[in-house]
């Protein structure tokens, strides 16, 4: 018997594909109709607050009437492009014959939208951060916190609770998820290079990398939890990750290096300039029937 320590295996990569597929066409239809309707009320949501603000032109001033319909359309936008994909979700992590139908996965998905956009900020902070520390820490991240969206959606947790429970699963099994994380990258990507026929295609697929995230999930998920001992909170991973932030500091430090350079060397605007006419006047001494390598 395996001691509690060690990693649980996941599926081999055959049954991943094949519960995948066994997934993608169970909810296929369900899928597609939440995504079409979603680019539409999406679309909607972006254009009829301009719409709206037409009978009031004339009447008042224009900039306010601009400026409260873009607020509202941008708003609109992205809250209702957020919800599309929490409600696939929905429809990819229940095949079961009680599994909900379009509107179903709708109304089970409204009152996740903001904690799902906020575990996705973290999940993106996170991630940029990690590259900004040499590339290695982001690398990892990006495998480790991977189902931390999917676990918002599933298990109803956000911010870094989902980000703990992503390294809960994930934890000694890095590089089996990672594998298959590219492998869900090339699914969605490769139907895109098709010519001409290439964006329908990616269209019709568009659920199939969804439900490998499903079973990848649900795979970390089970036979981490058929291990022994449930969940529990871990202060230090959560102290690991806030750690983690601090490759945001990268970028503003290099801001502030390179102003403090400027500002201390009172010639460097005369100098760039310097620099550019020099440029300048080197391209124009360059025959016009010379052909620039």
């Given at each position: 018997m395996a001691s509690q320590d060690a990693a649980p295996a996941l599926p081999g990569l055959l049954e991943f594909f094949s519960a995948s597929w066994r997934l993608f066409?169970?909810?296929?239809?369900?899928?597609?109709?939440?995504?079409?309707?979603?680019?539409?009320a999406s679309l909607?949501?972006?254009?009829?607050?301009?719409?709206?603000?037409?009978?009031?032109?004339?009447?008042?001033?224009?900039?306010?009437?601009?400026?409260?319909?873009?607020?509202?359309?941008v708003f609109a936008f992205f809250w209702l492009s957020s919800w599309t994909p929490i409600a696939m979700l929905e429809a990819v992590l229940d095949d079961s014959p009680s599994a909900p139908d379009m509107w179903g996965c709708i109304l089970k998905s409204r009152s996740k939208v903001v904690p799902f956009s906020w575990t996705y900020i973290l999940f993106f902070l996170l991630i940029f951060s990690g590259f900004w520390l040499?590339?290695?820490?982001?690398?990892?991240?990006s495998a480790a916190l991977s189902v931390a969206t999917i676990a918002c959606v599933a298990e109803g947790v956000s911010g870094l609770a989902a980000m703990e429970k992503s390294l809960y699963y994930v934890r000694g099994r890095?590089?089996?998820?990672?594998?298959?994380?590219?492998i869900i990258g090339l699914v969605g990507f490769i139907p895109s290079v098709i010519p001409v026929l290439g964006w329908i295609v990616s269209a019709l697929i568009s659920p199939l990398p969804l439900a490998m995230v499903a079973v990848l999930y649900k795979s970390l998920r089970e036979t981490r939890e058929a291990q022994g001992p449930s969940y529990a909170p871990d202060r230090r991973a959560r102290l690991w990750l806030l750690s983690a932030f601090l490759g945001l500091l990268v970028p503003f430090l290099l801001a502030s290096a390179i102003y403090k350079t400027m500002r201390d060397n009172p010639n460097f605007e005369a100098q760039w300039q310097?620099?550019?006419?020099h440029g300048l006047s080197n391209l124009q001494k360059i025959p016009r029937d010379q052909t620039l390598p």
């Open positions: 066409k169970a909810r296929w239809t369900v899928a597609i109709a939440i995504t079409v309707l979603g680019a539409a909607a949501g972006a254009t009829m607050p301009f719409l709206c603000a037409i009978p009031l032109w004339g009447r008042v001033p224009a900039v306010p009437i601009l400026a409260v319909a873009a607020l509202v359309a040499f590339a290695v820490p982001g690398l990892y991240l890095w590089w089996p998820t990672f594998l298959r994380l590219i310097s620099w550019e006419s």
